[in-house]
């Protein structure tokens, strides 16, 4: 049974930071490309930041580029995908959640297999 729980999120003041985790088990991580997507209410799920299964090819969306990291650990112990988010901004309040491909990197939703329950993050001006 796959599984990828969000952890990290929170409430924070507009310039700071958080740091995002995605555990994921189930799978083989290692051929999964991964990635972050955001939700706010009423609104449709919106691209964050993708990663292939090799660190090789990253893409963010503009609206976070230069501000947010994504990585992965895909060592034997670790199978986590991690969002660095820098210079926050209110609008950047939502739920992220994070989502695996067993494809090349994608930014469109329908292109994820599996998906985790979500983390609030939250930021305040």
């Known amino acids: 049974q796959v599984q990828l729980i969000e952890s990290g999120g929170g409430l924070v003041q507009a310039g700071g930071s958080l740091r995002l985790s995605c555990a994921a088990s189930?799978?083989?991580?290692?051929?999964?490309?991964m990635g972050w997507f955001r939700q706010t209410p009423g609104q449709e799920r919106e691209f964050v930041a993708g990663i292939s299964w090799n660190s090789v090819d990253i893409v963010y969306a503009d609206s976070v580029k230069g501000r947010f990291i994504i990585s992965r650990d895909n060592t034997k112990k670790m199978t986590t995908l991690y969002l660095q988010m820098n210079s926050l901004k209110p609008e950047d309040t939502a739920v992220y959640y994070c989502a695996a491909d067993f494809s090349r990197i994608a930014t469109e939703e329908y292109e994820y297999d599996y998906w985790g329950q979500g983390t609030q993050v939250t930021v305040f001006s």
């Open positions: 189930g799978l083989t991580f290692n051929t999964y490309a």
